[in-house]
């Protein structure tokens, strides 16, 4: 199957059905000038602050956290939000399954 490659109108036969541009030199060109599709915005709130976040299209890779300072404050503090959440799940720690994983080998 032929197609046209957006950036330089080239006919070409893409290798992999995916493929858009005839070059690698195209796609990059075409990547720093946004003719690439932008990402769907993404909404979340912000696990740290609970602000609402909607992403930015492109560029922006934020999933959890609404900025790089509540990620470093939430991973300072990790066990104070969530120990609620996984409290009581089988209270067995990895390392204690993992011994006893190594005695039932010997
Ligand atoms: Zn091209
Ligand atoms: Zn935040």
Same mark, same amino acid.
């Given at each position: 199957?032929?197609?046209?490659? =957006? !950036?330089? @109108?080239?006919? /070409?036969?893409? $290798?992999? =059905? &995916?493929?858009?541009? %005839?070059? #690698?030199? %195209?796609?990059?060109?075409? @990547?720093? @000038?946004? &003719?690439?599709? =932008?990402?769907? =915005? /993404?909404?979340?709130?912000?696990?740290?602050?609970?602000?609402?976040? !909607? #992403?930015?299209? /492109?560029?922006?890779? +934020? #999933? !959890?956290?609404?900025?790089?300072?509540?990620?470093?404050?939430?991973?300072?503090?990790?066990?104070?939000? #969530?120990?609620? @959440?996984?409290?009581? $799940?089988?209270?067995?720690?990895?390392?204690? &399954?993992?011994?006893?994983? +190594?005695?039932?080998?010997?």
């Amino acid at each position: 199957m032929i197609k046209q490659c =957006p !950036v330089c @109108n080239k006919d /070409f036969e893409p $290798s992999m =059905p &995916l493929q858009k541009y %005839c070059c #690698t030199k %195209c796609q990059q060109w075409a @990547n720093s @000038n946004h &003719l690439i599709p =932008p990402r769907e =915005p /993404f909404e979340f709130d912000c696990r740290h602050c609970g602000k609402h976040v !909607v #992403t930015a299209p /492109f560029g922006d890779r +934020r #999933t !959890v956290f609404c900025s790089k300072q509540c990620e470093k404050r939430w991973w300072k503090h990790p066990r104070k939000e #969530t120990c609620g @959440n996984l409290g009581m $799940s089988g209270g067995m720690s990895l390392g204690s &399954l993992i011994r006893r994983e +190594r005695s039932d080998l010997e």
